[in-house]
């Protein structure tokens, strides 16, 4: 592979690296400069294999040719077009396919470019969409303990993990929390856990509490990824949404990593067959290639805003880039993969595969629980006295040595590799993660 810049560049200074131990990182750099299907190739020349679809996005695995060829082709056309007032035709067909592929209810699509401008955007549109409708008290957003909402000041608001939100001052007036959904008891969970569906009576709670005219919105992840693969309890997500709507208040599902056939279908709303009022999604939009996140949004949601003298802007909400033609070629030609390939399908088919191979750790060493669903996965380390997060950070750092990639999160690995890994590669990576468990402190 002939590359025309240094793989490891001499100064490191200048990039502040987004959610990285800079400082750390710059002593013993970690650098990719090339990836193609399963694998990413690092600076010293080393194949790696991809546990975790980049970051959650790479659903399709990497250096697709149809979506490169899209890329390149609309570059060459017409590089952008003004977003506001203005418009270009892949955006359209973008959001038609988008619906197409999307639970029923969803009928509308407003893009954005990451999942974090894709929650700000919901949580923006359900408190204008009540007060369209005369209920312009409701502007209250109920989260969750755990949750992650992405990193601007609404998605951090709503969210529910401290360090993301500690040093960041008050954030978000009127925002409330239910509690998260892990419980001890379902540890070794296969799927989806059996106790906790209770839990979602906390929101009966908070509408007590406040009152339901001031509720604008609940946002919850159906399965929440960041925090370390949380699986909604049996019954939780339809209780949710039989309060929400008994109170009427909207229901955003935060698909940026359950959308786009994680859990062996389009969105975790078709896999749990329970329907939202709004889906946030990003990531695999564009198989992680080109920034792009949307909201989906029912016809009610948005017609409540096409009211009024026909010459004026009904939503003051929007963003240079939204449906850009490039991100909107990747796309389409990304949701086109996906199709011919079957990808959601090979997920669902695959699903036992990788959950028995995941579940066969569960005698390695410093292993405390496994859960998995799809073609997602967690196992979860006892931390070291003392030292929370140590031992998984070092599990990730032994098995980037030893040629697999995997996240952690505190002191949770988790896993999440493109839809187009094989049973081999499943292997490979259960085997290397035992392997790196042994010789681990
Ligand atoms: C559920 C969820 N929402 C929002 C985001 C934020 O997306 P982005 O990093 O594209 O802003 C993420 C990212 O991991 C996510 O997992």
């Known amino acids: 592979m002939a590359l025309d810049r240094p793989t490891v560049p001499n100064d490191l200074r200048a990039f502040w690296m987004p959610f990285t131990a800079n400082r750390q990182f710059k002593k013993a750099p970690r650098m990719f400069v090339a990836a193609e299907g399963m694998h990413y190739t690092t600076s010293d020349g080393r ?49 038609n396919k988008l619906v197409d592929m999307a639970p029923e209810p969803m009928e509308h699509v407003f893009f954005t470019n990451s999942g974090s401008e894709a929650v700000d955007t919901a949580l923006k549109i359900a408190i204008a969409y009540h007060r369209a409708r005369g209920e312009g008290a409701r502007t209250r957003l109920i989260g969750r303990e755990r949750g992650y909402h992405g990193v601007n000041f609404g ?12 040093v960041f001052g008050s954030l978000l007036n009127g925002v409330d929390h239910m509690p998260h959904t892990h419980l001890p ?3 070794w969970t296969k799927g989806q856990p059996e106790h906790g569906a209770h839990l979602a009576d906390e929101l009966e709670r908070i509408v007590a509490l406040h009152s339901a005219e001031t509720i604008a919105a609940v946002i919850v992840e159906p399965m929440a990824g960041s925090t370390g693969v949380l699986l909604p309890p049996k019954g939780y997500l339809e209780k949710l949404r039989s309060i929400c709507t008994k109170h009427g208040i909207l229901l955003i599902f935060d698909e940026v990593i359950t959308g786009f056939g994680r859990l062996g ?3 975790a709303a078709d896999h749990f067959n329970v329907m939202p009022d709004m889906i946030c999604c990003a990531k695999g939009l564009t198989n992680g290639v080109i920034p792009m996140g949307a909201v989906l949004a029912t016809a009610q949601i948005h017609d409540a805003f096409m009211q009024g003298p026909e010459n004026l802007i009904e939503l003051f909400h929007g963003y240079t880039y939204s449906g850009n033609p490039i991100a909107s070629a990747a796309g389409i030609a990304t949701l086109e993969t996906y199709r011919e390939d079957g990808l959601f399908q090979r997920a ?3 699903a036992p595969y990788w959950e028995d191979a995941l579940h066969s750790l569960r005698d390695a060493r410093h292993v405390i ?39 952690t999160t505190g002191d949770i690995i988790a896993m999440s590799p493109p839809l187009i890994i094989e049973k081999g ?8 993660l035992r392997n790196v468990l042994e010789t681990l402190d």
């Open 47 to 95: 194949q790696v294999l991809d546990g975790t679809a980049g970051l959650w996005c790479c659903n399709a695995g990497h250096k697709r040719p149809r979506i490169v060829e899209a890329i390149q082709k609309q570059a060459a056309e017409l590089d952008y077009a003004p977003a506001f007032q203005m418009g270009h035709p892949l955006a359209f067909e973008l959001a």
């Open 155 to 166: 998605g951090i608001s709503v969210g529910g993990i401290v360090n993301n939100r500690k």
């Open 185 to 187: 008891e379902n540890a």
């Open 265 to 267: 279908s389009s969105f």
């Open 348 to 350: 669902a088919d695959l």
């Open 369 to 407: 629980d496994i859960r998995n669903m799809g073609l997602i996965g967690a196992v979860e380390l006892e931390p070291i006295a003392g030292k929370p997060t140590e031992r998984a950070f070092n599990a990730f750092l032994k098995a980037y040595d030893k040629g697999i990639l995997i996240r």
């Open 425 to 432: 590669h499943i292997d490979q990576l259960v085997d290397t």
